[in-house]
């Protein structure tokens, strides 16, 4: 028999109203709703979800609940992996599957949170709030709902311009492993221009990591280095068995052009087989296994580090911007179309690529210094406040890196180690002035070669003492450059300056101050021998 008593839904409400204006805010005082309203916009900030349980419809607070809690355990989820295997979690991350999937998802959190908050302000009622009060309510609302939803919608933008450039950057090839506990990246810089078949690697530098600690050496490889050797594995030992020797035009930088123009029958299924080869004979050459390539043109290089927020380094000497050739036979520029002066500099990428680009008035093995110098600024400068602070504009500007046959699958092994070697000296060695005379690239000594590398990457700090002193002035025991030399080496040179220990060149011999006019005035009468003696130091470089 029912109850005649039994109070009506709507009486049901009326009576509950007074007790819990959250949820009942009909008839409550003007101070309890304006606390009202404020307070489910917190909860929705805070817990997206709750606002719905306690004032509105519980049925989709629930859900929102369940995935909230869902994206919390994902997130510490994430945490633990950050903590414990970095890389594991840059792989996820940097896969193309889970990263779209996580894209996909983003977005979707970030309109169901979005959607939330235009359910909260339904919830609120803005009519029943004071006139005064709304503006502030609806404002603190808007802003709540960027900070949430508009936080989350523009990270799965950053994600998929992330995804991109990997996509467009990197491959899905074999994953590598270390040779000998190290890492071996050739790093190549392409010039590749309308008039020319393939890129031509105007600059080649292999970067060592060891795969345990992140200790680094910058090894460069001059472009005019004859007569190559390519490594036992290389398909092209076929046709060259003794090394790239075929006179003067056989340098190393020509090898991917004539392989990619003759012998990419040599390479089936290879993407790129002048990059390929080249990576096979500075193999060989340096006698170590050099596991992977990036080739970036200069287009690329000069973008990358504007993204950056361009680079800080110490330069030693002035560098010309050269201006158009005017003597193709004997390689003279006309009149240079700027300077970059000696001492603190910050480089943007035009400038940046003309530092590490020019060689006139200096030999090439400035050039390779500088390049180096280069390279170290952007590794010490590329750090995570920069990436994150620049990340749409650094991934952009990465899809210009040409190609790579680097994994995707392996990018987050090789940023974990990466940041073991952030803050570390980075050791170099040059095959070439000022570790070996410049005659040395021309008829080059394999077995030194061989012994030099090994010695700086057994021991970086060591070889940095000993490798690069001249022979007979080592204490001690007889050094890697002293037993080299015994065996009939062509000495090294003086050991180069140390990142810190050099004046820069900003005065004449007779102190006066050193000036771009001064240089081009030197430049329109002739005497290129002065300038040469003024920027002889433009070699040495150091990042800050």
């Not at 650094?394 to 994994?407: F, L, Q």
Request: glycine share 10%; net charge neutral; aromatic share 6%.
């Amino acid at each position: 028999m029912s109850n005649s008593y039994a109070p009506t839904h709507r009486q049901e409400q009326s009576l509950v109203a007074p007790g819990d204006p959250v949820r009942y805010p009909s008839g409550a005082p003007a101070p309890v709703l304006t606390k009202r309203a404020f307070m489910l916009v917190l909860m929705t900030l805070l817990v997206p979800g709750s606002a719905q349980v306690v004032a509105g419809n519980r049925r989709l607070g629930r859900a929102a609940l369940r995935v909230t809690g869902t994206v919390w355990a994902l997130a510490l989820l994430a945490m633990l992996l950050l903590v414990v295997s970095r890389s594991t979690l840059i792989n996820i991350l940097a896969g193309q599957i889970p990263s779209l999937i996580l894209v996909l998802g983003l977005a979707l959190l970030a309109l169901g949170w979005a959607g939330l908050f235009l359910n909260t302000l339904r919830l609120i009622r803005p009519g029943t709030l004071a006139p005064r009060v709304r503006p502030a309510v609806v404002l603190a609302l808007v802003l709540a709902m960027i900070l949430s939803s508009g936080s989350l919608g523009y990270a799965a933008y950053l994600l998929n311009v992330g995804r991109g450039a990997i996509g467009s950057i990197f491959g899905s090839g074999p994953t590598l492993e270390p040779s000998d506990g190290r890492y071996n990246f050739l790093m190549m810089g392409g010039d590749a221009g309308a008039d020319r078949t393939g890129r031509r690697p105007d600059s080649l530098s292999v970067i060592s990591v060891d795969a345990k600690t992140g200790s680094t050496a910058i090894i460069s490889v001059p472009r005019n280095l004859q007569n190559a050797q390519f490594s036992a594995e290389s398909p092209m030992r076929q046709v060259y068995p003794d090394g790239y020797n075929c006179g003067d035009e056989c340098l190393i930088n020509a090898i991917n052009t004539e392989v990619t123009n003759e012998h990419k029958d040599l390479y089936p299924g290879v993407a790129d087989p002048g990059a390929q080869a080249t990576l096979e004979a500075v193999s060989g050459t340096l006698g170590i296994k050099v596991q992977a390539y990036v080739l970036v043109d200069m287009d690329g290089f000069s973008k990358l580090i504007d993204a950056m927020g361009g680079i800080r380094i110490k330069a030693g000497g002035w560098v010309p911007i050269s201006g158009p050739m005017v003597d193709e036979a004997n390689g003279i520029h006309g009149m240079p179309d700027g300077w970059i002066p000696a001492g603190d500099q910050t480089l943007d990428g035009f400038h940046a690529l003309w530092y590490g680009r020019s060689r006139e008035f200096v030999d090439d093995y400035a050039r390779i210094q500088r390049q180096q110098c280069v390279q170290q600024a952007m590794l010490k400068q590329l750090d995570p406040a920069t990436l994150l602070a620049k990340f749409e504009d650094i991934a952009k500007a990465g899809t210009k890196v040409v190609e790579s046959n680097i994994s995707a699958g392996q990018l987050g092994s090789f940023v974990d180690l990466a940041m073991k070697a952030k803050g570390k000296n980075v050791n170099r060695l040059t095959i070439g002035p000022p570790d070996f005379n410049a005659a040395f690239s021309t008829s080059p000594d394999f077995d030194i070669i061989h012994a030099k590398v090994a010695a700086l990457l057994a021991n970086p700090s060591a070889a940095a003492d000993d490798t690069f002193r001249q022979p007979g002035t080592a204490a001690g025991p007889i050094s890697a450059a002293g037993a080299i030399s015994a065996a009939g080496a062509p000495a090294a040179q003086a050991s180069p300056p140390s990142p810190s220990d050099f004046t820069p060149v900003t005065t004449t011999p007779e102190g006066e101050p050193i000036t771009e006019e001064m240089l081009n005035q030197f430049k329109r009468n002739g005497d290129e021998q002065s300038i040469r003696d003024l920027v002889a130091t433009n070699g040495q470089c150091a990042p800050l």
